[in-house]
Structures are given as C-alpha cells and as structure tokens.
C-alpha cells in the first residue's frame, strides 16, 4: 500500500504534487499564523482553503506566490524552493502562474482590453497587435462580450470585474492559477455563474486551482478537495463529502451550522 504524504488524502497519494508545503511557520510580532503547515496541491485539481478570519488562508496563498516569506519551513513551486528564492528564478515562475484578487486590482485608468494585456507587455516581447488579439482571446475565455473590452473596471458590474480580473490572471496561459474570494460580493446568480466558469476553465485548460474562500456553495460546486485552517495548524484536508461528516471543532464550524446545513441540502 502506497504511503500517503502530510496535507494528502489517501485518494491523492499518487498525484503529481505541483506546490509543496512542508513545516510552514508564519509570525506577524507576537502572534502566531501558522505554526507547523504541511500541503501538497496535486495538479489538475481544485484545492479550497477556508478557515476562520485569521486563520492564514490568504498569508498561505501569498507564501506561495512568492509575495510573503514564511518564517520558518519550505514552499515549493513546481519543485523550485520559493524561500530564498533568487528573482530571476521567480520572475520565471511567475510566468507558470495567474492570480486573481480579492478585490480584482484591476488599474482603473485602463481598459478592460489593456488590463488584460498588461502581463503580456511585461514578460514578453510581442508586439501590440498580437498582444490585444490574446487578450481578446482571454475576455472572450472569462465570459465577457467583445464589447467589454473598450470598458473600464468603472464602468464595470461587480461580476465583470471578477471576470475581467480573471481574464487577466490567464493571460499568459497559467499551469496555476491562483483565486482570492473570486465569489465575494457577487449575488448567487453571479456567483454560481463564476463557480462554472471556473470548472469549464480548469477541465478546458487543464488548469491546477488553488482557491481561498468562505463560499461555501463555492466548496460543493467546485472543489475536488478541502484544506481547513485553524490555529495555526491544517486540521483537516479532504473531499467536501468527508469533511462535512468530520468531528473536528474546527471543521464543525464549517460544515456543521445551519448555513452549511443549508448548502448541503441542495447538492
């Protein structure tokens, strides 16, 4: 029988680990984020992370995208320490990488079109035409009609900035792609339209998904696995079917009150 790694299920023991997390230990002053932090991501799968506020889902994610230093441990990218790592060495695993943010940071004086293309003029050398014709390609992948692409994030509904910012996190064909409350602020409609969007992308793609959350329609419709943050440690890492059965305070508290109870009840 097959070992199965820290931060794997038994069902993921034979996956091709694409981010490996082993001993992270995250300090801001005297307070403790984590403490001790293994996970792997498999490629090819959703992983969620979800856990109360404070708990480090997104200081984890920016760990990884090479945007914070852990204190303590290793962060691997596609078997490239990240601590330590040299900039020329991240600035190329960058390229491998899309990341979407809370908010969609999109810059308000450009348009939809040029947000899109701006990680194209910055890590490659191709020439203005051919980079609005990819971005194009990238508008018309996120879900948005050809018109938005003369818009500007202000003349944006909230679910097109979500999408415009996604556009813009696969603009150089991501084999990661990073997702930061992709559903907050968005009604359910939109919401539920974004989850799909997502699903179509990483089995049309062949996308790896690394997604904090605490959207938990978002868990039962897109995650293939579930890692729960809670002082300091992972208390638990599975399927959403699993979890939701788990005795874990802290994964009770996820998966156990009425509003969970609620979103299970529909699947």
């Keep these: 029988m097959d070992s199965v790694e820290p931060g794997q299920t038994a069902g993921e023991a034979d996956c091709e680990t694409v981010i490996r997390v082993r001993g992270v230990r995250t300090v801001f002053g005297t307070r403790v984020i984590h403490d001790g932090i293994d996970l792997d991501v498999c490629r090819g799968e959703v992983l969620a992370l979800v856990g109360g506020s404070?708990?480090?889902k997104s200081t984890l994610m920016r760990e990884?995208?090479?945007l914070h230093q852990p204190d303590g441990g290793s962060v691997q990218l596609f078997d490239t320490e990240l601590v330590g790592v040299s900039e020329r060495d991240a600035q190329r695993l960058r390229r491998r990488l899309g990341v979407l943010f809370q908010q969609g940071a999109l810059f308000s004086g450009l348009t939809v079109l040029q947000n899109t293309g701006m990680p194209l003029r910055e890590h490659t050398r191709l020439d203005d035409a051919m980079i609005d014709a990819l971005a194009r390609v990238k508008i018309a992948q996120a879900g948005l009609p050809p018109e938005a692409a003369a818009l500007l994030p202000s003349e944006l509904s909230g679910g097109m900035i979500k999408r415009a910012a996604l556009a813009r996190a696969m603009a150089l064909d991501p084999?990661?792609?990073f997702l930061d409350e992709p559903t907050s602020g968005l009604?359910?409609?939109?919401?539920?339209?974004f989850d799909e969007l997502v699903v179509q992308l990483k089995?049309?793609?062949g996308l790896t998904v690394l997604m904090v959350t605490h959207d938990l329609d978002s868990l039962w419709t897109v995650a293939d696995r579930v890692a729960v943050l809670g002082d300091?440690?992972?208390q638990g890492v599975d399927s959403m079917e699993a979890l939701s059965r788990s005795t874990q305070p802290h994964i009770r508290e996820y998966f156990e009150g009425p509003?969970?109870?609620r979103v299970r009840e529909q699947q």
């Design 187 to 193: 009604d359910p409609t939109s919401a539920g339209a």
């Design 232 to 234: 300091g440690k992972l």
């Design 64 to 66: 990884m995208i090479m």
């Design 259 to 261: 509003r969970a109870r």
């Design 54 to 56: 404070g708990s480090g």
């Design 203 to 205: 089995d049309m793609l």
């Design 175 to 177: 084999e990661i792609l």
